[in-house]
């Protein structure tokens, strides 16, 4: 087989065999297929597009290139969750503990945030003691013996992923749905999961940000999913402003014990509750109802097993627990300055990115993989889209270590909230849910 052959069938529009695609995969990953040619390659498949077989065969390929994760050991059918990224996205903190309460083992394997978005292994790393790298004999352990166990990515999932990702990276080839998709699905594929609810944000923060490239992106991730065997659900939820009130990781590991205390902000609760449902579904529960696992999730909730469940995997991972009983209990960031608004009106917008923006410039995230963050850091939101505010009324107060930062931080989270003298319309926080038999509109509005 050659390269060449290979980069010109898809630039003619050719679909791909199983066999050169694979091929392909396995070279480039081995070091034999020069990054020129695989830069050409994916030129190609950027214009041709991919096929449905074969964005299913290249996310097959990509999986297969590094280790594939043994979840037998745990028994029940283990469902894991991905979201596409964004701003104020706790879910996981919160979904997991759910999912676990109702009796669905969660073993998961998180990221770290990076640009605007946030990561779950950062968040998580906020509590004082917590081990996000665990043996995988202790990991299994835990999963058994507590129901849910979170982790940082085994470095060695989908490297294939990691090489081609790198090159799309640099080479205009990134927002491809194929490529896209592929490169999520291999690595959850990798990672061991017998079924998958992905929660693809749309919107300013997020990866996508109109709501037909989501819903494509959610219908290629589920077509992959029904094609390599593991059924999968993807919701398709809002990211124009952010998820919650909390932006930053110690503020955000803070805002999701207190939604399981029953103390959370409307829209997170509701989009945890119906991602916890559709996993709970996705394991058999419920009477293989939704409406059925909707009530399981809600009661894990309301009941506090959830919360009690959050405080046990905190525990198990070396973790102080005691930090979650209240707001207010983890160290808190030496300057806390108040964003004011200029006017008064409703609140008209509140743009994710930017806030995403402000809060790595507060010392919350990274722009560089190896850049350090600082826990405390962050900001949180006193209004969210749709809420009237007075003139000096505080619409965010940030939280950061030094003055430069903060005045940066400030300057753009101004520039971030829109005020109006009409009352906007509401933005739509769950869109739809996408699976195998089609697209259902759920259009939950937020809480607001
Ligand atoms: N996230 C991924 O893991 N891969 C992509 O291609 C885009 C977002």
Request: charged residues 25%; contains cysteine; negative net charge.
């Amino acid at each position: 087989m050659r390269m060449y052959d290979i980069i010109v069938d898809k630039r003619n529009g050719k679909e791909l065999t199983q066999e050169q695609i694979a091929w392909a995969v396995a070279g480039y990953t081995g070091g034999s297929i020069p990054d020129y040619q695989v830069a050409a390659w994916l030129m190609a498949i950027y214009f041709q597009g991919m096929t449905e077989r074969e964005t299913a065969w290249l996310t097959d390929a990509m999986a297969a290139s590094g280790e594939l994760i043994d979840l037998a050991a745990i028994p029940g059918i283990k469902v894991d969750k991905h979201s596409t990224g964004g701003v104020g996205d706790k879910t996981t903190l919160i979904v997991g503990p759910i999912v676990a309460a109702c009796g669905v083992p969660v073993a998961k394997m998180s990221g770290r945030g990076l640009g605007h978005t946030g990561g779950t292994v950062d968040k998580l790393e906020a509590i004082p003691g917590f081990q996000t790298v665990l043996p995988k004999e202790e990991f299994c352990r835990i999963v058994r013996e507590v129901g849910i166990a979170v982790i940082g990515q085994s470095g060695n999932i989908a490297p294939a992923d990691k090489k081609l990702y790198a090159l799309r990276d640099v080479t205009g080839t990134v927002e491809n749905i194929s490529l896209i998709a592929s490169s999520i699905m291999s690595k959850k594929i990798a990672a061991g999961a017998d079924a998958i609810v992905l929660d693809v944000k749309t919107g300013r923060g997020a990866f996508m940000e109109t709501l037909e490239g989501s819903l494509s992106l959610a219908k290629a991730m589920v077509a992959i999913g029904e094609k390599v065997g593991r059924k999968t659900i993807a919701l398709v939820t809002d990211m124009d402003e952010p998820l919650g009130a909390a932006v930053g990781n110690a503020l955000e590991v803070e805002e999701a014990a207190a939604t399981l205390r029953g103390r959370g902000p409307e829209d997170l609760q509701q989009v945890c509750l119906e991602l916890a449902a559709n996993m709970l579904l996705l394991a058999g529960k419920g009477g293989g109802h939704i409406d059925g696992c909707r009530e399981m999730a809600r009661q894990a909730l309301t009941d506090g097993r959830a919360f009690a469940k959050l405080k046990q995997m905190v525990a198990a991972q070396g973790g102080d627990p005691s930090y979650l009983e209240e707001s207010g209990s983890f160290p808190a960031a030496p300057l806390i300055l108040p964003v004011k608004a200029r006017i008064s009106g409703y609140v008209t917008a509140i743009d994710a990115l930017a806030i995403g923006n402000a809060s790595a410039v507060l010392g919350a995230g990274r722009l560089r993989k190896e850049d350090d963050i600082d826990h405390r850091a962050g900001l949180i939101l006193k209004k969210k889209i749709g809420q009237w505010v007075e003139e000096g009324q505080v619409l965010a107060e940030l939280h950061t270590a030094a003055a430069d930062k903060g005045e940066e931080g400030s300057r753009l989270v101004a520039r971030a909230i829109g005020i109006g003298p009409a009352k906007p319309q509401l933005p739509l926080l769950i869109h739809s849910r996408v699976t195998a038999a089609g697209v259902e509109k759920l259009a939950q509005e937020t809480g607001t």
